[in-house]
């Protein structure tokens, strides 16, 4: 590993931040280490040197919506989910949560030069309720059971799909009764596992807060009482503007079979700026998710970023919501002394411009330079 040098501005979070810091052994210190070498008889060299790395450092960026193993038509080989790995690294994501897969993603944590990956197992849906290919398709009475399954399998999360269009009713519904919902939440809290749940309509929300849901993905339905109520509950949404930024052409494509549907698709999609200024107006927590693999492609994190401050979050508090913030809300280590050294370098300030996100200078993940001036190593 090599040792390195950080100077310039080492944010930690975003009440603290240093002048420099350091890389030995794979970790950060604050503090400047004397290193010696030592010989092939055991005499130190006293060899003192290092590899200078000068720029912006941030934590490394955090994809909290991510499909590792899934594109457009499903379950992809396994070539295929390093080489989306490889993708969403280059940009300058270095901690994933799968939000829902379709295979056993697993063997990416076997890769170090691979982002760090907290899986979330299947998604859990009813049959003909959900996207061919992508979910686990489960009756009601199953989904306790499964909830249990796929909480044993993750890494402390589970993803189920809220809601999805009837096609009997031609508009969005909910998926599972509120207290199949409630009981099934409930055993994986027991298991401390968490639950995130895609949701687009409104409907499906209260029963998810009802149950104790711990994240909420999308949430482009959410009124203004069902965002006090996740506010107070501490319950994080992912907004995935690049998804819903597909809202139109879902609308247009069930116009003609399901009006009622497409009329809610284009609301939506029209709303989804205001919708994003209402959840930080009432106070809650904003994560960066770009919902990559399915009908978005990987390494979009800068682009999803962007967006967000289109709709009005203001930079500083989108790059948070990117780094430091997801991976307090993950448990996961940022640039704290001692922790693994997993950081992006960027030739300015992106708390100032957003767009400088899509230049990373140079990407550090377990203490390897992985990739600098955009080329991967």
Partial sequence: MARLHLTGTVVVDAATQHGEAWVVDGRITLTRPVVADA???????????????????????????????????????PEIALKQAVVDRDAGTLLIRDAGSPIDNSFVQAHDELPRLIRAGRFIARPKRYLRGYGREIEVADLVRVVVEEARRGDGWVKIIADWIDRETGDLEPLWPAEVLGEAIAAAHALGVRVTAHTFAAESIDPLLDARIDCIEHGTGMNRAQMDRAAAAGVPVVPTLLQVANFEGYAAQGREKFPAYAERMQRM?????????????????????????????????????????????????????????????????????????????????????????????????????????????
């Fill in 39 to 77: 010989t092939a008889d055991g005499d130190s060299t006293g060899d003192d040197s290092w590899e200078e790395i000068s720029g912006v450092v941030l934590p490394g960026l955090v994809d909290v919506h991510c499909h590792i193993g899934l594109d457009s038509g499903g379950a992809v080989d």
């Fill in 269 to 377: 999609y029209d709303n989804r700026f205001a919708q994003v200024r209402a959840f930080r107006e009432a106070g809650l927590t904003l994560l960066v998710g770009t919902d990559a693999g399915g009908t978005i492609g990987h390494g979009a994190i800068a682009e999803e970023a962007e967006l967000m401050v289109q709709a009005g979050i203001p930079a500083p508090e989108v790059v948070a919501a990117a780094s430091w913030s997801a991976r307090d809300f993950l448990g996961a280590q940022g640039l704290s002394e001692g922790a693994s050294a997993d950081f992006v370098v960027y030739p300015r300030d992106p708390r100032e411009d957003i767009t400088v996100l899509r230049e990373p200078s140079a990407i550090v993940l377990r203490g390897n330079v992985v990739a600098s001036s955009g080329t991967a190593t």
